[in-house]
């Protein structure tokens, strides 16, 4: 599942190589997937599409944003799979869930495996939909600053009993951060997973606050996660430090064993010495 990171990378080279390119056809999925959210019908995604042309693609919490100008903007979230590029002349995918064809033979696909939304929308209408309306800030904008992030805090504990991992993981109280790069986070931290933020002192909230900075930025620089694909087919740089590779092998800055525990609907990894 793509998470902030992965879609900044995807968002960054779709400008790149898709921005001024003009479509000439515009296809729903081949392949039925129950799990994949439409909003148009293939007639009328195809008619509206068709002449449109890419204006600059940007990407907030686990959305991209695709302008396809004049007037509309096509939304790709919540997904996981594929996100391909493929050059003029190249072979295109026998099954997808999103096909752009553009005038000059190059095409974007886009096959997700598990969910996702694929919606096109008037410009400025994709504002509405939900879990994009109201979105708050996210750790790669300039909004997202130490008195935000402590402002949330304590906005949240006035609320139901929160944990470290459900702040970085549940609700999108931070758009964009999912159980993959939560995993990091936490250890940088220094905070245990199964921690309530009730607790953390103003020097563990800074800590936090400058984990999840660092560490999505970090993943974002060097193209994601080394298990997800960027545009290219091509697999990210980020290797993750806590994962299901990594458990029953020597933590790197203690060398206590790294362990997992199932929380909060997901496989936590963690070093149980380094996270108190």
């Known amino acids: ?5 992965e879609c900044v990378t995807l968002a960054r080279q779709m400008e790149r190589v898709l921005r001024g390119k003009t479509i000439e056809r515009g296809q729903l ?4 997937h129950k799990f994949v959210w439409y909003n148009r019908g293939p007639a009328e995604f195809e008619r509206l599409t068709k002449g449109k042309t890419v204006g600059a693609v940007a990407a907030r919490g686990r959305w991209i944003f695709v302008p396809l100008e004049p007037g509309y903007v096509l939304v790709l979230g919540e997904c996981g799979g594929r996100v391909l590029y493929h050059q003029p002349g190249a072979g295109l995918p026998a099954r997808y869930h999103l096909l752009l064809e553009f005038e000059d033979k190059s095409a974007l696909s886009a096959t997700t495996q598990m969910w996702g939304a694929m919606e ?3 410009q400025g209408r994709e504002r509405e939909r939900k879990y994009i309306k109201g979105m708050r800030p996210t750790p790669v904008d300039k909004e997202f ?7 949330l805090v304590d906005e949240l504990l006035a609320g139901e009993k929160r944990t470290v991992k459900g702040l970085l993981t549940q609700e999108q109280s931070i758009p964009g951060l999912g159980n993959s790069v939560a995993q990091d986070i936490m250890f940088r931290a220094g905070l245990d997973p199964h921690r309530s933020i009730a607790g953390l002192s103003p020097a563990q909230r800074q800590a936090l606050y ?3 900075v660092k560490t999505v930025r970090e993943v974002a620089a060097r193209g994601g996660r080394s298990d997800e694909l960027d545009l290219f087919g091509k697999p990210g ?3 993750r430090v806590m994962s299901a590779k990594t ?11 790294i362990q997992k525990s199932a929380f909060l609907g997901g496989t936590c990894y963690f070093c149980p010495k380094c996270q108190q």
């Open 145 to 151: 600053t130490f008195r935000y992030f402590s402002g």
């Open 247 to 257: 458990v029953g092998k020597p933590c790197p800055r203690c060398g206590a064993k």
């Open 210 to 212: 400058d984990a999840i």
């Open 237 to 239: 740089g980020y290797e």
């Open 29 to 32: 999925g081949n392949t039925p």
């Open 1 to 5: 599942m793509f998470e902030l990171p």
């Open 120 to 122: 096109l929308f008037e």
